[in-house]
């Protein structure tokens, strides 16, 4: 395999960070509205056995409206609108599943805000929370390791880095190059050379 070389320029391209985002999003609103399709088929199933809803159920809904006009926000670019309005959400409605995707969309934004130690404070709380999705659980790897990489928080960004181990993760390449990066700023060319030559290209790239 040819080796590849990768700079700090071509890892922080915008249109690169700007598609990783999106993809998040697209992520996090498909697990949504999955939330929201089951959350429909219980309240349905219990209005038939019982006809009544409970208190528990209507604050669920509520949780869901807050995430949706978050997330409607945050397509919109206002981002410190869509912060606020999840912030919100997390004090009215700790506890919940709605909750805990709250606090990866959180650290998204708090990344591209430059708020890299809140980014890596909502996403390690939502990675305490042990997420199923594979996907979301990458994401936020990702974005831990990529602010301590800001902040020059070498072992922790090595650390995060690796956890995204999985080869069919779409975060898979960027964060094997930018660990290759990271052994670099610390003076460790050789493990820096070997995950570049390890690490495939992208398809299409």
């Not at 009544?52 to 159920?57: A, D, G, K």
């Not at 945050?74 to 606020?84: A, I, Q, V």
């Amino acid at each position: 395999m040819p080796k590849i070389k990768y700079t700090t320029k071509e890892l922080k391209r915008p249109d690169k960070f700007r598609e990783f985002l999106a993809e998040s999003l697209e992520g996090l609103s498909e697990h949504f509205n999955k939330i929201l399709i089951g959350m429909g088929v219980i309240a349905v199933a219990l209005l038939a056995v019982c006809f009544v809803s409970s208190q528990q159920e209507e604050k669920d809904l509520l949780a869901n409206e807050q995430l949706r006009e978050a997330l409607k926000s945050y397509k919109s670019g206002e981002m410190e609108t869509s912060l606020s309005q999840l912030q919100t959400l997390r004090k009215d409605h700790s506890g919940t599943e709605v909750s805990v995707l709250a606090l990866y969309q959180m650290g998204m934004i708090n990344y591209q805000l430059g708020n890299f130690e809140e980014a890596i404070k909502h996403l390690e709380v939502f990675l305490d929370d042990d997420p199923e999705d594979g996907i979301f659980r990458d994401g936020a790897n990702l974005v831990i390791g990529l602010s301590a990489f800001e902040l020059e928080k070498w072992d922790k960004s090595i650390e995060y880095f690796s956890e995204v181990n999985r080869s069919e993760s779409p975060y898979y390449v960027q964060a094997r190059r930018q660990l290759s990066l990271v052994y670099e700023k610390t003076g460790e060319p050789e493990k820096a050379e070997k995950i570049r030559s390890e690490t495939p290209r992208e398809t299409g790239r």
